[in-house]
């Protein structure tokens, strides 16, 4: 009798180990399809939130020159003549060549971000050095331009003409300013070995604002010195 009760139990514990596995419930990650993994892990977000930033102020610069070129519309085409007579003409040939300078600086800096993308962090230094000099060399070119218009009579009470065009052009000269601030922050930052391909937010940021005051130039240079 033991012997029978004994072996019952042995065919029991035989039939319940070799059962199937029981099925998965429909829903999450049933069937032979993965389960999606949502987007916490599809990567982090394309723009950082220094990017962002940077995008809202350059929404807020765009929206500023876009206020004061309209102005300068307004005024450009009132009927009066314009430039008004016995004023000193703007030096539209030195400007022009002044304008190719600031767009180079561009092309330079596009250079120094792509040196910092591959890790180079001399061709990133000697990069930044030409564009913040080519920064420079653009502001001292307007600088002395300034300077001749003034001793021409060319001034601020001179008239809508005058203000009109030492608001836009200044406006932007100094916005180039500040720009090289920040390239010659930048650039003491990279001979400190601040900045690597992992951490390159620093001159991305600056580099948005600085194609943004190149690219204001040209448009800036087509409506107040050739229009």
Known sequence: MIQAL?????????????LPPAERPPGNGGGDRPADPGPASSGGPILGNAQLAMLVVIVAELMFFAGIVGAFIVFRFSGQAWPPPFQPRLPVAITAVNTLFLLASSYTFIQAHRGLRQGDTAKLFAYLSVTCGLGAL??????????????FGLRLSSGV???TFYTIIGAHALHVFFAVIWLLTVLVRTRLGHFSPERHVGVTTCGMYWHLVVGLWPVLFFLVYLM
């Open 138 to 151: 653009f502001l001292t070119i307007q600088g002395y331009e300034w300077i001749r218009m003034l001793s």
């Open 161 to 163: 003409y005058a203000s």
């Open 6 to 18: 004994t072996k019952e139990k042995i065919r029991g514990s035989e039939d319940t180990t070799f």
